[in-house]
Nanobody, 118 residues
Framework: QVQLVESGGGLVQPGGSLRLSCAASVSIPSLYTMGWFRQAPGKQRELVATMARRDAPNYADSVKGRFTISRDHAKSTIYLQMNSLTPQDTAVYYC????????????WGQGTQVTVSS
């Protein structure tokens, strides 16, 4: 059973930075895509950033230039460096690991709260 554990969320002022981490309980094959999604109150869950094995990182337009995703394949861990945060970034951030070419290989973390407020 794959477990993904996020950490690094919290309260930050507008313009500030946070770094999220997501560690898998088992080795995640490099063919899996790993990424970050978020869900704000009253809104649908949306993609923030993903990283596949050989592809360039994929970012939502709303975070391009501010957020950076990175992945340590050896540790089955991904990170999300978030800079220039705004109140619109407030959400629960979820880590996801999935194999895009087959059903049934799709795992989510429990989420970590990010609140941007003065």
């Amino acid at each position: 059973q794959v477990q993904l554990v996020e950490s690094g969320g919290g309260l930050v002022q507008p313009g500030g930075s946070l770094r999220l981490s997501c560690a898998a309980s088992v080795s995640i094959p490099s063919l899996y895509t790993m990424g970050w999604f978020r869900q704000a109150p009253g809104k649908q869950r949306e993609l923030v950033a993903t990283m596949a094995r050989r592809d360039a990182p994929n970012y939502a337009d709303s975070v391009k230039g501010r957020f950076t995703i990175s992945r340590d394949h050896a540790k089955s861990t991904i990170y999300l460096q978030m800079n220039s945060l705004t109140p619109q970034d407030t959400a629960v951030y979820y880590c996801r690991a999935y194999y895009p070419l087959a059903a049934g290989y799709d795992y989510w973390g429990q989420g970590t709260q990010v609140t941007v407020s003065s």
